[in-house]
């Protein structure tokens, strides 16, 4: 019970805070280390948001993650 909360508190201190965060914004500053996590988040909030895994697989590219943008493309 306490290792549930403790992840679900641990969800809530990283995620919902960058679901605020427009991962755009990241993209524009070339801020890659914030725009990952925030699109990642934002993929969870919307997962049928098929431009935004687009994008989001295009910044992995841009990191050098070709593997994981061709598995995000994969999805779309």
């Given at each position: 019970?306490?290792?549930?909360?403790?992840?679900?508190?641990?969800?809530?201190?990283?995620?919902f805070?960058?679901?605020?965060?427009?991962p755009y914004?990241f993209?524009?500053a070339?801020?890659?280390?914030n725009?990952i996590p925030?699109?990642?988040?934002?993929?969870?909030?919307?997962?049928?948001?098929?431009?935004?895994?687009?994008d989001?697989?295009?910044t992995l590219?841009k990191?050098?993650?070709?593997?994981f943008?061709?598995?995000?493309?994969?999805?779309?």
């Amino acid at each position: 019970m306490a290792t549930t909360f403790l992840h679900l508190a641990l969800i809530a201190t990283v995620v919902f805070p960058l679901l605020a965060q427009d991962p755009y914004a990241f993209l524009k500053a070339r801020d890659y280390s914030n725009a990952i996590p925030a699109f990642e988040a934002a993929i969870l909030a919307t997962p049928q948001n098929l431009n935004l895994r687009k994008d989001y697989a295009y910044t992995l590219l841009k990191i050098g993650e070709s593997e994981f943008a061709r598995d995000q493309f994969a999805e779309i």
